[in-house]
């Protein structure tokens, strides 16, 4: 866990922010005892976790692909090639949606905006933790290596059985 208290607070007040605005309908199915607060979903959103990110082409069509995400400082980062399909949808159009689905365990359904890190030290502290979990640096991997943070402008996070997830993981309630 990376988050500071200013970056968890935030990330509190987008979850409590956006289960208020959410429709009648997800509120029924993401109650108050289905809800995870800013904290318990850092705690669990440690590692590597598979996103499903959503783009769009230049004709509206929307694309969906599996990347490895990381949760760090209250939001995902992910990478892509710079060739790929995805990386020429966020250059034109940075909005996306982003999951994170463990099964009827925990989700995290959010939307926002791709940024393109730039190089320095935010950056780099990402580069230290990707690094640090796959052995290599990310910037290995090609020649063209994009690095994103979602900058999220709506988060839901669910836990079906939230007690029995925190508790089976450790997790303080």
Do not use: C
Not at 107 to 120: D, V
Not at 143 to 168: C, G, H, N, P, S
């Amino acid at each position: 866990m990376l988050e500071t208290t200013d970056e968890i607070d935030a990330l509190q007040a987008l979850l409590d922010a956006s289960h208020a605005r959410a429709t009648g309908h997800l509120r029924g199915i993401i109650n108050d005892d289905r809800t995870l607060t800013a904290e318990q979903l850092v705690a669990l959103l440690t590692g590597m976790k598979v996103l499903s990110v959503a783009t769009v082409t230049a004709h509206g069509e929307p694309r969906i692909s599996a990347l490895d995400g990381h949760f760090l400082h209250g939001t995902w980062t992910f990478s892509t090639d710079g060739s790929s399909a995805k990386a020429r949808h966020l250059a034109r159009q940075p909005a996306t949606s982003v999951a994170h689905i463990d099964g009827e365990d925990l989700a995290l359904f959010s939307h926002g905006y791709a940024e393109l890190m730039e190089p320095g030290p935010a950056r780099d502290e990402v580069e230290a933790h990707w690094t640090a979990h796959y052995g290599s640096s990310p910037w290995s991997w090609g020649d063209d290596i994009r690095m994103y943070r979602l900058r999220m402008t709506w988060a839901v996070a669910y836990a079906f059985k939230r007690d029995e997830l925190l508790q089976a993981r450790g997790v303080a309630t």
